[in-house]
């Protein structure tokens, strides 16, 4: 073994040994972790199953923050609160070593495409899922210490940088080649003044798609909540309903917006307006969030998600055909632009 290895076995004896179970008689399986740095492996003891994660270098903000130290808040913050994210059994964040609770295989992502989106309970289990998100937004916000993790706040300038920059720099600059014209930087920091003004404080998740959300056995787990912070809540509705990994049908994405909408003037009826006027916004910058990733990933080799740039650049035009999003004509021309580039891509995987 070497030494690595030896700290990785050291790490699952203390945790598994008093359990009674011999790791070297582990099975393991290398599992696939998405456009993340971490490893997983999911580690088999006859019935019995974990995940081990597995991140030692991860950046570290101004205040020597890790992304591991936010895994490990965030996760005992909300499960303290009884959201359903994974148990941690064991874990060694200076080391970047978790053994956390396997919720299987089963993606949201995976019960969508083999029901097919017109399948009446696929509406029903997002019913189930913008119940829980709106429980999280609210509840999730309570006691939440933003200090304890390395993620700003979402504001101007947050998304400035790290929504329509990195649209600008992991895409269309990174990716495509192509150039940002001035009045398209000029449009996109009136879009990013709109975010500001949004009513901020509550929970917000800022990766809450379907890749992210777990089914086992019927009932709803959440993974990947480290870039957890407090925001608007228009964010991860957003993420919900735009987002690639599924193209749900809009008359699907209409329903479940009305949905949470009612449930938000029952539960916070003086964020109603505020909410409908800053969602245009702020699902497009969410939506130019999702093509910056996919251009840094795919240009890094990870081509499984190329798949996703063309359902990602539909749901921006249809964006940018609303009210009040026509305004920004130089980026709606730019988008046209980049999806004519991407027209030979393949289509996202139907399973």
């Given at each position: 073994m070497t030494r690595v290895s030896e700290e990785i076995f050291s790490f699952i004896s203390d945790h598994l040994r008093v359990e009674g179970i011999d790791p070297s008689l582990l099975q393991w399986e290398k599992l696939g972790g998405d456009g993340s740095r971490r490893d997983f492996y999911r580690l088999r003891y006859g019935e019995r199953s974990w995940v081990l994660l597995i991140e030692p270098h991860p950046p570290r903000d101004e205040k020597g923050v890790s992304e591991n130290d936010s895994y490990l808040y965030v996760a005992r913050h909300l499960r303290g609160k009884g959201f359903p994210v994974p148990e941690i059994y064991g874990a060694d964040h200076e080391r970047g070593l978790f053994l956390v609770e396997d919720l299987g295989?089963?993606?949201?992502?995976d019960e969508v495409l083999s029901r097919g989106r017109g399948d009446p309970k696929v509406g029903k289990i997002y019913q189930e899922v913008i119940d829980l998100l709106l429980r999280l937004q609210i509840e999730g916000?309570?006691?939440?210490?933003?200090?304890?993790?390395?993620?700003?706040?979402?504001?101007?300038?947050?998304?400035?940088?790290?929504?329509?920059?990195?649209?600008?720099?992991?895409?269309?600059?990174?990716?495509?080649?192509?150039?940002?014209k001035e009045e398209t930087r000029r449009e996109l920091e009136l879009a990013a003044a709109q975010v500001a003004r949004a009513p901020g404080g509550f929970f917000l998740y800022r990766d809450f798609q379907s890749r992210n959300i777990m089914l086992k056995k019927g009932k709803l787990h959440l993974i990947d909540f480290q870039g957890a912070r407090l925001g608007p809540l228009a964010y991860d509705l957003a993420s919900l309903l735009i987002d690639p990994y599924v193209e749900l049908p809009e008359a699907l994405k209409e329903e479940l917006f009305n949905y949470y909408l009612e449930r938000l003037r029952e539960s916070l009826p003086e964020q109603k307006e505020p909410f409908l006027r800053s969602y245009p916004y702020i699902a497009l910058h969410r939506n130019m969030q999702i093509l910056g990733a996919f251009g840094t990933l795919v240009k890094r080799g990870k081509n499984r998600f190329a798949p996703y740039i063309r359902p990602a650049l539909r749901n921006m035009i249809?964006?940018?055909?609303?009210?009040?999003?026509?305004?920004?004509?130089?980026?709606?021309a730019l988008v046209e632009e980049a999806n004519e580039i991407t027209e030979t891509f393949p289509t996202s995987p139907r399973r």
């Open positions: 295989d089963h993606h949201l992502q916000a309570r006691g939440f210490d933003l200090a304890r993790t390395h993620n700003p706040p979402y504001d101007r300038e947050f998304a400035l940088r790290w929504e329509s920059g990195y649209f600008r720099r992991g895409f269309v600059e990174g990716f495509l080649g192509l150039k940002v249809r964006l940018l055909d609303e009210d009040p999003l026509k305004e920004f004509r130089s980026l709606r």
